[in-house]
Structures are given as structure tokens and as C-alpha cells.
């Protein structure tokens, strides 16, 4: 199906300016939107509970903090950038008793609308927004001019004008440099959940610690693995991101990519695309959502424990010591945002 691509020249950023936005949370996404949406003439004020340590680094930044249902009750529009699994109790308790007609409740990923999680009132524009990047990378690019892609989705047009408006957020936070695509709260959230868990970050971390363990216990330096199945891959993945698979082909030299021809699809085999099949049907029938929330409900016992593991894997300790010697790689987010 064809899809209908935004750019700044189809957003009136005066929509947005005249709003007053509430960001609530101010963790990966949240300190991108607000920051991003104050430097677009946006009035923009942040949510967080008293005691969040997110409270500082908001008020650091020249941001007005107040609690979520204060915020909620100032705004006329409200973002929520709270964990996923903490969304429904922020709205029960902060936004929904703070909703009045005519305001608008815009989300940076679907899983809470998706899965009922969240029942928004027919009086209020139920729309979103999610960036397709990690949020500290959608403030860098916004900062050196660039701009992360978007999509945007409208759950409930209560105003007849909750496209434009989605529209015009997705544009203050950059993402119409880039493009902005129309998308549904089903389909952003299926394809994301997709995309993280099998390629982007579970099938890619999955594939370079096997590789690394692959290499290391056949006796190879950790050193030489790291350097050849970590840090090579942001320079081949640079290539793809420039040109796609083919400008990568063209980059690398014809034994690597006989090699890339041949073998990628014995690694990434026939049964990999059943077990991407089979996490595409977990999402779509609800049983991944149903199995996160649970953990999160347990207090994330499963969570932490792989968490852990992977923390401890071999490739970290080296990667460390590499990364410590080349002044050029940019220090660790957590320690800079
Ligand atoms: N991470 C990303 O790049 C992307 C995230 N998204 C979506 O954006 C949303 C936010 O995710 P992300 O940015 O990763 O979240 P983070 O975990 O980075 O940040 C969460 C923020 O919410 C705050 N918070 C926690 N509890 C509450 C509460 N009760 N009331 C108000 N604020 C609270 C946290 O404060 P404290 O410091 O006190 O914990 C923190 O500031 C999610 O829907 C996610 O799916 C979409 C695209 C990409
Ligand atoms: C890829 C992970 C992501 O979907 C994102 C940064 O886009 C997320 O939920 O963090
Ligand atoms: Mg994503
Ligand atoms: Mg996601």
C-alpha cells in the first residue's frame, strides 16, 4: 500500500506553537520532545512525580517542572513519555481526572492504546507521534540540523484537526526534515515491537555476541573479535544507512561479499524467518503484551536477571577497554543526557 510522506512544507508549526504541551516523563524521549518542541517556540512544560531523579536534569535544562497532574491540568495537549508498562496508572490517577474538552492526548508508541491499556475519553484528539530512533539521537539530529523520520497516527478525531496538529508536533521535533509518514496505533505498534525485537535489538545484539563467542572460543583475541563483529558493524551499517545493502556490496570487497551472498542466508536460515514469523504472531495476538506487562507487574524479576547476564558478557569488559582508548567515540549517553 502506498504511504503519504510529510516534510516540512506540509506542517504549520504555528499549531503546535499555540498549544500548551505537557511532556510527561523525561527520560529517552521525553527530554528530546520538550527540549526539542521549546527550541521550536513550543510553551512546553514537563510532568514528573516529586522524588523523580529526571526532575533535575529537566530543571538544569531551563524546563518548568511540575507534577504529572499539574502539568496535565495546565496543558491542552498532553505527551506521555512514561514507560510503556507505567502509562495506565499516569492516566488513571494524573491525566484522565485533568482532561477537559478539546485537549488532546498524544503518545510516542502505541502499546497502551494497541492493547486497551488505555481508554481515552470521545472528547479529546488521541493521536502519535513516534520517532524512529532512539530519543537521544532525535535531539542530536534536531541540534545539528538534521532530523530523525517519524510517524504519526490518529486514534480519535475529536477536533477534526488532530492530523494537522500530530503533524505539527512530529515537525517542531524534527522529524519532517527527515519525513513523516500517516500510520495506524495497530500497525507503528506491531512493527515496532518487530523491528526491536527482531532485528534491531534483539536479533542484532544476539548476532554479536554469538559472533564474538563464536570467534573468542576458537581461540581468537577478544580484541580482534570486538573490532571485527561490534565496531565494524556501525561502519557497515553506515553504508546501508547511506545506500542501502547495495552501496554496502559496493563498499566491501567482492570475497566479502560472496561471502555476504552465500552465507548471510545460511546464518539468517529459513528456520530464523519461522521464529521472526512466530515473534510477529506473539505481538499481534497480544501474547508478548500480555507477557510484559505480567513481568512488569512481578517487579521484573526475568528482566533483570538477562539484563544482568548480558551485562556481565565477555564482549562488554572488552569493548569498554577499546572504546576507553578512542577519544572520538562519543562517552556513553547515560553519562551525558
Ligand atoms: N527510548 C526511545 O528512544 C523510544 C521510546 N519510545 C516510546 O516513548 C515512551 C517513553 O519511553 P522512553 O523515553 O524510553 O522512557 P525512559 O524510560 O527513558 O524515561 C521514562 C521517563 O518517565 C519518567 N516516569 C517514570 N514514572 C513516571 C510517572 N509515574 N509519572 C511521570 N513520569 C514518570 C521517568 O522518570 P524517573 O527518572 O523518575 O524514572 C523518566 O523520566 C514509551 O512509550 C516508548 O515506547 C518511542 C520511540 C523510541
Ligand atoms: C528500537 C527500539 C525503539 O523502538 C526505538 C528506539 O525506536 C524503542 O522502543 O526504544
Ligand atoms: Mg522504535
Ligand atoms: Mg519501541
Not at 513516534?130 to 539521537?137: D, E, I, Q, T, V
Not at 565496531?231 to 554496502?248: C, N, P, S, T
Request: net charge negative; aromatic share 8%.
Amino acid at each position: 500500500m502506498a504511504v503519504e510522506i510529510f516534510y516540512d512544507d506540509d506542517a504549520d508549526l504555528s499549531i503546535i506553537q499555540g498549544r500548551k504541551v505537557a511532556v510527561i516523563g523525561y527520560g529517552s524521549q521525553g527530554h528530546a520532545h520538550s527540549l526539542s518542541l521549546r527550541d521550536s517556540g513550543v510553551d512546553v512544560r514537563i510532568g514528573l512525580p516529586e522524588g523523580s531523579k529526571s526532575r533535575a536534569k529537566a530543571e538544569e535544562q531551563g524546563l518548568r517542572v511540575l507534577t504529572p497532574a499539574e502539568a496535565s491540568a495546565e496543558a491542552d495537549l498532553i505527551m506521555i513519555l512514561a514507560p510503556d508498562t507505567k502509562q495506565r496508572f499516569i492516566y488513571e490517577q494524573d491525566i484522565a481526572p485533568n482532561l477537559k474538552d478539546g485537549d488532546a492526548l498524544f503518545f510516542g508508541h502505541g502499546f497502551n492504546i494497541r492493547y486497551d491499556l488505555i481508554k481515552p475519553p470521545a472528547n479529546v484528539d488521541v493521536a502519535m507521534v513516534a520517532p524512529k530512533g532512539p530519543g537521544h539521537l532525535v535531539r542530536r539530529q534536531f541540534v545539528d540540523g538534521k532530523g530523525v523520520p517519524a510517524l504519526i497516527a490518529v486514534e480519535q478525531d475529536a477536533s477534526g484537526n488532530a492530523q494537522a496538529l500530530a503533524l505539527s508536533y512530529a515537525a517542531a521535533i524534527g522529524g519532517a526534515r527527515a519525513g513523516v509518514i500517516k500510520t495506524t496505533f495497530t500497525e507503528e505498534t506491531e512493527t515496532d515491537l518487530f523491528g526491536e525485537q527482531a532485528v534491531l535489538c534483539g536479533g542484532a545484539s544476539a548476532l554479536v555476541q554469538t559472533g564474538f563467542e563464536v570467534l573468542t572460543e576458537a581461540g581468537y583475541a577478544p580484541e580482534i573479535a570486538y573490532f571485527e563483529v561490534l565496531h565494524e558493524l556501525k561502519l557497515i551499517v553506515d553504508l546501508m544507512y547511506e545506500g542501502g545493502i547495495a552501496r554496502q556490496r559496493y563498499s566491501i570487497s567482492d570475497t566479502a561479499e560472496y561471502g555476504d551472498l552465500t552465507r548471510g542466508p545460511r546464518v539468517i536460515s529459513p528456520a530464523v524467518k519461522e521464529e521472526m514469523k512466530k515473534i510477529l504472531g506473539e505481538i499481534q495476538d497480544g501474547t508478548f503484551a500480555r507477557e510484559w506487562v505480567a513481568e512488569d507487574e512481578a517487579g521484573r524479576p526475568n528482566f533483570t536477571k538477562l539484563e544482568e547476564q548480558g551485562n556481565q558478557h565477555p564482549i562488554e569488559a572488552t569493548g569498554k577497554k577499546l572504546r576507553d582508548l578512542m577519544s572520538w567515540v562519543d562517552r556513553p549517553i547515560t553519562e551525558t543526557a
